[in-house]
């Protein structure tokens, strides 16, 4: 059966103009995007195929344009669509923090680390840099490691944080293997950048571990 014969209440985009897009399952937006379906399945069925074979969907959109357009179903109008779309929900996280307004929803902060730093597939320590009124004034990946970790050196952080004449910043950092849950480690460098912070009055107002799923903060368990 088309996706045209389904009732109107499950077809993709009808069920996102009613409900929103976040009640669609992976399949359901990336079918979306494809429009149509391989010879003899629907944009639904194949984007399954797609996820099952080639996913789950961070995997999946991690490749390059060029790698996604080599993919069955997708070719490389599909393609463009699909990373034209990353890099603009990039620029929409980034927009928020560069248009010169005070920063007051942490996560929005958490959410940008997460865009910037989910598909490296090695560890990166990066930083943003705020004024008085918790406005951005630059961030800057500042460390990179393997696969298990990157070595952080807050006195590189301190320098960064006087040139850039900032009053505040939040570090953040992926975890590669997926998994968000900050280790002793995180803990203790987070306790170090505090420190050495507040030897030149400039606070650390939170410290992101970036995984599969929503950014952890230590801020919000306590540990900064």
């Not at 993709?12 to 429009?35: M, Q, T, Y």
């Amino acid at each position: 059966m088309h996706i045209r014969d389904w009732p109107s209440s499950e077809r993709p985009r009808e069920k996102l103009l009613a409900r929103g897009a976040a009640v669609l399952s992976d399949a359901e937006l990336l079918a979306i995007f494809l429009g149509s379906g391989l010879r003899g399945r629907d944009a639904v069925a194949t984007a399954r195929e797609l996820l099952a074979g080639h996913g789950p969907l961070r995997r999946l959109l991690e490749r390059t344009p060029a790698q996604l357009a080599a993919l069955p179903g997708l070719g490389p109008a599909r393609a463009a669509l699909l990373a034209a779309a990353l890099e603009l929900c990039g620029r929409y996280l980034a927009a928020g923090l560069e248009r010169g307004e005070a920063l007051s929803d942490p996560q929005s902060a958490g959410r940008y680390f997460a865009q910037r730093l989910r598909g490296y597939p090695h560890e990166v320590f990066a930083a943003l840099f705020l004024d008085t009124r918790h406005r951005a004034l630059a961030f800057e990946e500042l460390f990179r490691g393997t696969i298990d970790g990157a070595e952080v050196h807050p006195r590189e952080v301190v320098r960064r944080a006087l040139a850039h004449n900032a009053a505040a910043l939040i570090v953040g950092h992926n975890h590669p293997s997926g998994s968000a849950e900050p280790s002793a480690a995180d803990r203790a460098v987070t306790a170090q950048l505090k420190q050495a912070l507040g030897l030149v009055d400039v606070r650390l107002l939170d410290h992101f571990v970036v995984g599969d799923g929503p950014p952890v903060s230590l801020a919000a368990r306590g540990w900064v």
